[in-house]
């Protein structure tokens, strides 16, 4: 996929609509398209997560596996949509599996870029980080509207 075309991709969405077509192109430049087919995996829960993507193309299942039952869906991401970006603020090993959930073309940010991305420009920085903070918040509040729905089954029973 070429630079332009991505490029168009991500001015369409948030956050990246508030940054100017150089630090768009910077996200853009830092990254590498990478193509799956359905069912592939991304990355599975447990694994070091040094680098984050965006939804160029198609859609990415994120899940978890439980004990006993199998794998449990926790979202259904699209284009412009961005996933893995927990593992580059806490260091930690992925949450979840991101698999493949139709045909998918992403771009894949490594740590190491992102990290210069966000030293490197203040104002791209803020709303880039502004968006991931409401990403995450925004799927916090899912979880937790599931969390409830689950402890009100397992009352009534």
């Known amino acids: 996929m070429e630079k332009e075309k991505i490029f168009q991709i991500l ?3 948030f956050p990246f609509e508030r940054l100017t077509d150089d630090q768009i192109y910077d996200v853009v430049n830092s990254g590498e398209v990478k193509r799956l087919s359905e069912g592939e995996v ?3 829960e447990g694994d070091e997560g040094n680098y984050f993507c965006i939804i160029l193309e198609g859609s990415v299942r994120i899940s978890t596996m439980i004990p006993e039952i199998g794998e449990e869906a926790l979202s259904i ?4 949509d961005f996933f893995g970006e927990m593992a580059l603020i ?3 090993p992925r949450s979840a599996t991101a698999i493949a959930h139709t045909d998918v073309i992403l771009l894949v940010v490594p740590k190491k870029k992102f990290d210069e991305l966000v030293s490197k420009n203040n104002p791209a920085a803020y709303w880039f980080l502004w968006g991931l903070a409401k990403k995450l918040s925004q799927r916090l509040r899912e979880t937790d509207e599931r969390l409830k729905a689950i402890l009100a ?3 009534k029973f």
């Open 11 to 13: 001015k369409e969405y």
């Open 42 to 44: 991304i990355f599975e």
């Open 77 to 80: 991401l699209y284009k412009g």
């Open 90 to 92: 806490d260091i930690a």
């Open 153 to 155: 089954l397992i009352r």
